[in-house]
C-alpha cells in the first residue's frame, strides 16, 4: 500500500457505514504514551528524536513479523515526505497538523482500512489513534486498548502510580485518553440553537472542534465533541461521559431537522436546492464554500430531499475535494486559482456521472 493507493480510496470511517451515521461521522480514540527512558518531546534533542523513532520503528516491525500489525500497513517517515503529502495525511485524519508541521525525525504507522494510526514524536512519543464509522465508542475503545497493549509489551512507558500515563501536556495526564466524536449539526446551526448546546458542553468539561481537531474552526457545520481532562477519571468514566452526551445531541439535531421540515420547507428545499445546483455547475470553487453546501447537500440526502445520491459519496466529496487530495489525485502541484478549478471539475464529474442525485419536489 502507497500514500497514492489511499488517494483513490476512502477510509472505513468515511463509508457511512456505522450507527446513528446520518449525524454521526466518526467515533475515535486517542492515546497519548511516552518511553520512559526519554525526556518529552519538547525538551528532546534531535539525537533524541531519532533514536525514539529507530526504536519505535523496530518495535512495529517486530509486530508485523509476528503477525499482531497488518503486514501491509504503511510506515511513514513524515520528516521525509513532501508538503502536500504531510497535508494529505492531516486531511485524511490520520496525523495532526502539528505532526505535519513540526521538526525532526517523526513518523505515521497507518493501517490499510484507515481504523487506525500511530503518530510517533508528535506532541507525544506515541499518539495511538482509532477511528470507525458512527456511534461505535466501545468498538472504538476495544481496538485502542489491544493496541496500546501490544506497544506496552515491546517498551516501557512513563507511567507513576499516583498520577497514571505521563504525559508532555499536564491535560493528558493520567489515562492519557482522549474521547471524541465528529457530528453534522447544520439544523441546529440553522435554527441558532447550537452556541446555547456548546456552552452546556463546556460546562460538563467536554470541548468542541473543528473537523481537523485542536486549533481547527468548524467548517460545514462538522464539529468534533471531545474531553478535556483525562486526570482523576477512569477509561471508563471518560467514554461514559462522551457516549452519554452524544444521543442527547443526536435527538436535539433530529428535532431541529424536523421543525425545519414542518416550519420552513419551502426555505429549506430551497437551500438544498441551491447547494445541490451550485455544486453540480460552478467551474471554479473554494474549499469552504465546498464543505459548507455539501454540507446542505448532506443534509438533503437524509431529509430524503435528493434521491439517487449516497451519504459516503458525499462523505468521500468532504475529503477528496481538501487541496492536497485534489493535486493528489491530478498528479500535479497546483496553486489556489487551479485547485478552484480542479476542484469544481472533480464535483461535477462525481454529481452529474457517477451519481444522479435528484433534488425531490415532494
Same mark, same amino acid.
Given at each position: 500500500m502507497t500514500l497514492d493507493d489511499? +488517494? @483513490?480510496?476512502?477510509? !472505513?470511517?468515511?463509508?457511512?457505514?456505522?450507527?446513528? @451515521?446520518?449525524?454521526?461521522?466518526? @467515533?475515535?480514540?486517542?492515546l497519548a504514551r511516552n518511553l520512559a527512558d526519554f525526556p518529552f518531546i519538547s525538551r528532546a534533542t534531535d539525537a533524541d528524536r531519532a %533514536?525514539?523513532? &529507530?526504536? #519505535?520503528?523496530?518495535? *512495529?516491525?517486530?509486530?508485523?513479523?509476528?503477525?499482531?500489525?497488518? $503486514?501491509?500497513?504503511?510506515?511513514?517517515? *513524515?520528516? !521525509?515526505?513532501?508538503?502536500?503529502d504531510r497535508q494529505f495525511l492531516v486531511e485524511r485524519q490520520l496525523i495532526s497538523r502539528e505532526h505535519a508541521q513540526s521538526e525532526g525525525a517523526r513518523a505515521v504507522v497507518v493501517d490499510p482500512s484507515e481504523r487506525f494510526s500511530v503518530m510517533i514524536n508528535e506532541e507525544d512519543h506515541l499518539r495511538i489513534q482509532v477511528m470507525h464509522s458512527g456511534l461505535a465508542l466501545n468498538e472504538a475503545w476495544e481496538q485502542a486498548t489491544k493496541l496500546d497493549d501490544m506497544i506496552e509489551e515491546q517498551v516501557t512507558y512513563a507511567y507513576n502510580e499516583r498520577l497514571g500515563y505521563l504525559t508532555a501536556c499536564p491535560t493528558n495526564t493520567g489515562t492519557g485518553v482522549r474521547v471524541s466524536v465528529m457530528l453534522h449539526l447544520p439544523a441546529l446551526a440553522i435554527t441558532r440553537q447550537i452556541e446555547k448546546v456548546f456552552k452546556s458542553l463546556?460546562?460538563?468539561? #467536554?470541548?468542541?472542534?473543528?473537523?481537523?481537531?485542536?486549533?481547527?474552526? $468548524?467548517?460545514g457545520d462538522f464539529y468534533?465533541?471531545?474531553?478535556?481532562?483525562?486526570?482523576?477519571?477512569? %477509561?471508563? %468514566?471518560? +467514554?461514559?461521559?462522551?457516549?452519554? =452526551?452524544?444521543?442527547?445531541?443526536?435527538?436535539? !439535531?433530529?428535532? $431541529?431537522r424536523s421543525f425545519l421540515i414542518e416550519n420552513s420547507q419551502e426555505t429549506l428545499h430551497d437551500r438544498v436546492s441551491r447547494a445541490f445546483g451550485i455544486l453540480r455547475t460552478a467551474q471554479t470553487i473554494s474549499s469552504e464554500e465546498t464543505m459548507h453546501l455539501l454540507s446542505s447537500v448532506r443534509m438533503g440526502?437524509?431529509?430524503?430531499? /435528493?434521491?439517487?445520491?449516497?451519504?459516503?459519496?458525499?462523505?468521500? #466529496?468532504?475529503?477528496?475535494?481538501?487541496? $492536497?487530495?485534489?493535486?493528489?489525485?491530478?498528479? *500535479?502541484?497546483?496553486?489556489?486559482?487551479? &485547485?478552484? /478549478? %480542479? &476542484? +469544481?471539475?472533480?464535483?461535477?464529474?462525481?454529481?452529474?456521472?457517477?451519481?444522479?442525485?435528484? =433534488?425531490?419536489?415532494?
Amino acid at each position: 500500500m502507497t500514500l497514492d493507493d489511499l +488517494a @483513490s480510496t476512502s477510509g !472505513e470511517w468515511l463509508r457511512g457505514s456505522g450507527p446513528e @451515521s446520518d449525524i454521526v461521522i466518526s @467515533s475515535r480514540i486517542r492515546l497519548a504514551r511516552n518511553l520512559a527512558d526519554f525526556p518529552f518531546i519538547s525538551r528532546a534533542t534531535d539525537a533524541d528524536r531519532a %533514536e525514539i523513532e &529507530r526504536i #519505535l520503528h523496530g518495535r *512495529v516491525e517486530s509486530l508485523r513479523t509476528a503477525g499482531k500489525a497488518p $503486514a501491509e500497513s504503511l510506515y511513514l517517515k *513524515v520528516s !521525509e515526505l513532501p508538503e502536500v503529502d504531510r497535508q494529505f495525511l492531516v486531511e485524511r485524519q490520520l496525523i495532526s497538523r502539528e505532526h505535519a508541521q513540526s521538526e525532526g525525525a517523526r513518523a505515521v504507522v497507518v493501517d490499510p482500512s484507515e481504523r487506525f494510526s500511530v503518530m510517533i514524536n508528535e506532541e507525544d512519543h506515541l499518539r495511538i489513534q482509532v477511528m470507525h464509522s458512527g456511534l461505535a465508542l466501545n468498538e472504538a475503545w476495544e481496538q485502542a486498548t489491544k493496541l496500546d497493549d501490544m506497544i506496552e509489551e515491546q517498551v516501557t512507558y512513563a507511567y507513576n502510580e499516583r498520577l497514571g500515563y505521563l504525559t508532555a501536556c499536564p491535560t493528558n495526564t493520567g489515562t492519557g485518553v482522549r474521547v471524541s466524536v465528529m457530528l453534522h449539526l447544520p439544523a441546529l446551526a440553522i435554527t441558532r440553537q447550537i452556541e446555547k448546546v456548546f456552552k452546556s458542553l463546556h460546562k460538563i468539561n #467536554l470541548a468542541v472542534r473543528g473537523l481537523y481537531g485542536e486549533g481547527s474552526q $468548524a467548517t460545514g457545520d462538522f464539529y468534533q465533541i471531545s474531553n478535556q481532562v483525562t486526570l482523576g477519571q477512569t %477509561e471508563e %468514566e471518560l +467514554a461514559k461521559k462522551v457516549a452519554d =452526551v452524544v444521543p442527547v445531541l443526536i435527538d436535539y !439535531e433530529r428535532q $431541529a431537522r424536523s421543525f425545519l421540515i414542518e416550519n420552513s420547507q419551502e426555505t429549506l428545499h430551497d437551500r438544498v436546492s441551491r447547494a445541490f445546483g451550485i455544486l453540480r455547475t460552478a467551474q471554479t470553487i473554494s474549499s469552504e464554500e465546498t464543505m459548507h453546501l455539501l454540507s446542505s447537500v448532506r443534509m438533503g440526502i437524509n431529509l430524503g430531499l /435528493i434521491g439517487d445520491l449516497a451519504i459516503p459519496t458525499v462523505n468521500k #466529496l468532504l475529503i477528496h475535494t481538501q487541496p $492536497a487530495h485534489l493535486q493528489k489525485l491530478s498528479g *500535479v502541484e497546483l496553486d489556489q486559482a487551479d &485547485r478552484n /478549478i %480542479e &476542484r +469544481a471539475t472533480y464535483l461535477r464529474r462525481h454529481l452529474n456521472g457517477e451519481s444522479k442525485g435528484n =433534488v425531490s419536489h415532494n
